[in-house]
């Protein structure tokens, strides 16, 4: 069984305490819900993997609370990434760092690097106070599909495979951390995600994207499928390459109105921001997505957003959902 708990000081105290016996909880970040474990007992953040039947060469997100205490897992850090760090700590961004030896190597998938990231999410943080270690924490939810952005999302995927969950409400970005890694000091995007590549490039000038070969990935964000809903997802560009309404078809518009000719037909339909504020969107696309999937559909139809902002982000997520294994 899994314990839901309350963000009070007795929840609080109860997580602390699982975390610190090497057991699992999920707590709430401003991003998604996060799988945490201690990172520095390799034990327990194995557990995380067998809990998320996460590939063991996937590497996992360290959580301080402090600038201070995140590079002190570093073994060296680069003028662009303090700078980032003083912009956007606490919040959605990890930064790919050299890991100190005593970050264990199953956090790191036996990389040499580890990815920090100072959470601004204030449960998350007084969880972090409260246990007073790092917590290695992956997204809550099952290898491949999509990520939680509330305590019943969680449990939907590792109901009775985790200790506990912290129930802190829905989640305010709703997307992962933009993830950072350097090369000769300057910046290169390994996940597109809340901080977009504009907000990185204002601070850093040139930021390179980390599509480079190597022998795997060097982040599951960047696996061709990841995201995945069980129903088939189809993605449009444009409202008028959208097929005709079908009873058996959900249609999720991401920004602006549904368009005219699809108010009626569809089995669903939902606008993600009629306002078309991106940032609208992508706090309930995961929701949605979850949502669409459990509506019976035999076809996801979404039209997507302009690919810049927030916009990559989105996009990149529903490109990977849309890869059919
Ligand atoms: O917003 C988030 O980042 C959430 C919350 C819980 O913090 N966490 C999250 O974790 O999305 P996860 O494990 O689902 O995705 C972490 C990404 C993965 O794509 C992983 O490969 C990459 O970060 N990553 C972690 N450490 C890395 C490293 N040392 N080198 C390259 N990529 C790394
Ligand atoms: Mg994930």
Request: aromatic fraction near 4%; glycine fraction near 8%.
């Amino acid at each position: 069984m899994t314990r839901q708990l309350a963000p009070d000081p007795k929840g609080l105290d109860a997580a602390a305490t699982i975390l610190r016996s090497g057991g699992l909880v999920a707590m709430p970040t401003e991003t998604v819900y996060g799988l945490a474990a201690n990172a520095l007992n390799p034990v327990a953040v194995a557990r995380i993997f067998e809990a998320k039947r996460r590939p063991s060469f996937d590497p996992l997100i360290v959580h301080l609370p402090s600038a201070e205490q995140a590079f002190a897992l570093a073994t060296s850090v680069p003028d662009a990434a303090r700078r980032l760090a003083a912009a956007f700590w606490p919040g959605p961004l990890t930064l790919v760092l050299p890991r100190a030896a005593i970050i264990p190597d199953i956090v790191a998938a036996e990389l040499p690097t580890v990815g920090l990231r100072v959470p601004a999410h204030p449960v998350a943080r007084q969880l972090l106070e409260r246990v007073g270690l790092p917590l290695a924490a992956p997204s809550a939810n099952l290898f491949g599909f999509v990520s939680p952005t509330s305590a019943a999302h969680v449990l939907d995927g590792l109901d009775g495979r985790i200790d506990a969950v912290l129930d802190g409400g829905t989640c305010a970005h709703g997307l992962e951390s933009t993830v950072v890694a350097f090369e000769e000091g300057r910046p290169i995007i390994l996940r597109h995600g809340a901080i977009t590549r504009e907000q990185i490039a204002a601070l850093c000038g040139a930021v390179g994207e980390g599509a480079r070969v190597l022998e795997r990935p060097l982040a599951p964000g960047q696996l061709a499928r990841h995201y995945a809903t069980r129903t088939p997802l189809r993605l449009f560009d444009r409202a008028d390459q959208l097929p005709e309404p079908a009873a058996t078809a959900a249609l999720i518009v991401i920004a602006g109105s549904i368009p005219d000719a699809h108010r009626k037909g569809n089995l669903s339909t939902r606008a993600l921001a009629p306002s078309g504020s991106l940032t609208e969107a992508a706090a309930s696309l995961f929701a949605a997505l979850r949502e669409a999937d459990a509506s019976g559909a035999s076809e996801l139809r979404i039209l997507t957003c302009d690919d810049s902002g927030l916009g990559r982000a989105i996009n990149d997520r529903l490109r990977r959902a849309a890869v059919r294994a």
